[in-house]
C-alpha cells in the first residue's frame, strides 16, 4: 500500500514514533500494520494521520506513481547525451523526498552517478561508487548497471583501460536493455590500439543509437569508426568523412561533437604530413573549447606539436604553449599530459639529455603500465633511434624487442 510506505517515511523522516503519530486516531499496533500494508485502513484515518505529519497525501502518491518514469527519462537523457534535458530533470528531482525510499534510493543514486560521470564531476561519482560497494542483495539490472558504471569511471577517469574493459565485459544485457556501454567498450578498445575490436563495438553501438534516434550519439559513433578506419594503411585522406560529420554537427547546434571532429580530423591531417590544416583545425577547436573542459588540454598538446612541427612560431610563444599545457595539467591531476607537456618543454629547450632521460625513466614506464599500446610503441621506437644513434646497441635491442615480439609470427617458413 502506497500510502503506508509514506506515512512510515515521512514519520521515520520527522523522527515520530508509531504511538506518537498514531495517538487519539489509532493505535501503534494499528500504525505497523498501515506501514506494512497488511490491513485495510479508511480514507477518514489516512487523511488524519497525513494532517498530523503536515503533508498532502494525494500529492505525495501523485508524486510516488510518477518517479519511475521520470527516472527513466532522466537516464535516457544522459545516455543519449541531452545536457540540458538532464541537468533541468536533475533540478526537479533534487527538491523530491521520496526519493530516500527503498523504492527509488538505488535507481536515483545510480542514475545520479551517470549524471556526474557525464558532466566530469568525478570526485561525487567516486563517492558514490563507494556506497554501492556496500550495498546488499542487488537486483540483476542494478548489478549489471553498477558494472556500467564502475567500466565508465575507470575510462573516462581513472585511464585504467584494462580494468574498463573487465567491468563492461561482465554486463549481461538480458537483465540490462542498454546497449550504450558497446560504445564505452569500443572507446576502451581504442585507447588499448585495438583497432578491430574497437570499430566492432562500435558497430554495435551505432545501431543503438541509430534505433534511438540521437544524432548526437550517432556523429560520436561514426567518429570512432573512422578513427579505425583512416588508421589503415592504404587510407586515402582525400576519402575522409570529417567534413560530412563536421557539417552535419555544425547544422545540428552540437559544438561539443564539432570540436571532437574538428580534433581528430587536424589529428588525421597531422599523421599524413599536411601541419598547416592540422595548426588551423587544433585552433578552431581551441576557440569552441574552454580551458576548463576535460578536452582541451588534448587539443591544446596537439595545436603544440602542429606548430612545432611548422616552424612558424617563435620559441618564446612554444614555450609560453607547453608552460600553460603543464600548469592546467598539474592543476587537472591528469599524469598523461603533464607527462607530454613536460617532454615538449625539454624538446623546445633543446634539452635532449633530460628529454630521453625523463621518457626512458617517467613516460615509457607510466604508458607501458597502464596499457596505451600506441603511446607504448611510439616511445619505444623513440628510445631505440636515440641508442642506436649513440651507439648503445644493447640498449637500443632492449627497445627493439617489444615490437618484434608483437609481430613475431607463429608460422615457419623453409
Not at 57 to 72: R, V
Not at 199 to 216: G, I, M, Q, R, V
Not at 318 to 330: I, Q
Amino acid at each position: 500500500m502506497i500510502q503506508g510506505k509514506i506515512i512510515k517515511f515521512h514519520r521515520e523522516l520527522q523522527v515520530l514514533k508509531q504511538i506518537d503519530l498514531g495517538e487519539g486516531i489509532c493505535s501503534k499496533t494499528h500504525i505497523s500494520k498501515i506501514e506494512r500494508g497488511l490491513t485495510e485502513v479508511s480514507e477518514e484515518t489516512i487523511e488524519l494521520l497525513a494532517k498530523r505529519l503536515r503533508i498532502d497525501m494525494k500529492a505525495e502518491i501523485n508524486t510516488y506513481l510518477s518517479l519511475d518514469l521520470l527516472l527513466k527519462e532522466w537516464h535516457e537523457s544522459i545516455i543519449l547525451k541531452l545536457n540540458s534535458k538532464a541537468e533541468s530533470i536533475k533540478k526537479q528531482l533534487e527538491g523530491i523526498v521520496l526519493l530516500q525510499l527503498p523504492d527509488f534510493y538505488r535507481s536515483y543514486t545510480l542514475i545520479l552517478t551517470r549524471y556526474y560521470l557525464l558532466i566530469g564531476e568525478y570526485t561525487l561519482a567516486e563517492s558514490l561508487i563507494e556506497e554501492m560497494d556496500s550495498w546488499h542483495e542487488l537486483t540483476p539490472y542494478d548489478q549489471n548497471m553498477v558494472l556500467h558504471i564502475k567500466g565508465k569511471f575507470s575510462l573516462d577517469h581513472q585511464k585504467e583501460y584494462n580494468d574498463a574493459i573487465s567491468y563492461l565485459k561482465k554486463i549481461d544485457l538480458t537483465y540490462y536493455n542498454n546497449s550504450e556501454y558497446y560504445y564505452d567498450l569500443a572507446i576502451a578498445y581504442q585507447c588499448m590500439d585495438s583497432r578491430v575490436l574497437a570499430y566492432y563495438y562500435a558497430n554495435k553501438a551505432l545501431y543503438f543509437f541509430t534505433k534511438s534516434h540521437s544524432f548526437t550519439r550517432i556523429i560520436e559513433t561514426e567518429m570512432l569508426m573512422l578513427i579505425q578506419v583512416e588508421q589503415e594503411e592504404y587510407f586515402d585522406p582525400k576519402d575522409s568523412g570529417y567534413p560530412r560529420l563536421i557539417e552535419m554537427a555544425d547544422n545540428l547546434g552540437l559544438d561539443d561533437q564539432k570540436a571532437k571532429l574538428l580534433h581528430n580530423y587536424a589529428y588525421q591531417q597531422f599523421r599524413y604530413g599536411y601541419y598547416d590544416k592540422a595548426f588551423e583545425y587544433y585552433k578552431q577547436v581551441l576557440k569552441i573549447r574552454e580551458p576548463s573542459h576535460s578536452q582541451y588540454l588534448v587539443s591544446l598538446e596537439g595545436y603544440l606539436n602542429a606548430a612545432t612541427k611548422l616552424g612558424l612560431t617563435s620559441d618564446t610563444e612554444l614555450l609560453r604553449l607547453a608552460k600553460e599545457g603543464f600548469t592546467l595539467a598539474n592543476k587537472l591531476k591528469d599524469t598523461m599530459f603533464t607527462h607530454y607537456f613536460q617532454l615538449h618543454l625539454y624538446k623546445i629547450q633543446n634539452q635532449k639529455e633530460q628529454y630521453y632521460h625523463y621518457l626512458e625513466a617517467e613516460v615509457y614506464p607510466y604508458f607501458k603500465k597502464m596499457g596505451y599500446g600506441l603511446a607504448t610503441e611510439t616511445y619505444e621506437i623513440k628510445l631505440f633511434d636515440y641508442y642506436m644513434e649513440i651507439g648503445e646497441v644493447e640498449l637500443a635491442n632492449k627497445y627493439a624487442l617489444p615490437i618484434l615480439e608483437k609481430y613475431r609470427k607463429n608460422n615457419e617458413l623453409v
